[in-house]
Nanobody, 124 residues
């Protein structure tokens, strides 16, 4: 069973930046893709970005494209999501997901394992 631990969230002013980290351990049934999702109160979970763990190819949601960078360090079993030019609408709990089992890369149903989340709050 895989364990995912997110960190790096916090409170920032609009226009600021954050780097979220997700460290994983344990056995992964599928290691092809990992992803970041976010969920604001009263809203559905939204896919933010995904990464192919083999070659690091990223895929971004339109809402963050150009403002986000998804990277991985396989030696440290860690993936990172760096976001800049943060906006109040980026405020949400951010979750790391792994063990992709098919479907669209930013569809939450496609991932088997989830972390507990890290809160990001952006104020204007």
């Amino acid at each position: 069973q895989v364990q995912l631990v997110e960190s790096g969230g916090g409170s920032v002013l609009a226009g600021g930046s954050l780097r979220l980290s997700c460290t994983y351990s344990g056995y992964m049934f599928s290691t092809s893709y990992m992803a970041w999702f976010r969920q604001a109160p009263g809203k559905a979970r939204e896919g933010v970005a995904a990464i192919a763990t083999a070659d690091g190819s990223p895929f971004y949601a339109a809402s963050v494209n150009g403002r986000a960078t998804f990277a991985r360090d396989n030696a440290k079993n860690t993936v990172y999501l760096h976001m800049n030019n943060l906006k109040p609408e980026d405020t949400a709990m951010y979750y790391c997901a792994s063990e992709w089992r098919g479907g669209h890369l930013l569809n939450a149903d496609g991932y088997r394992s989830w972390g507990q989340g890290t809160q990001v709050t952006v104020s204007s």
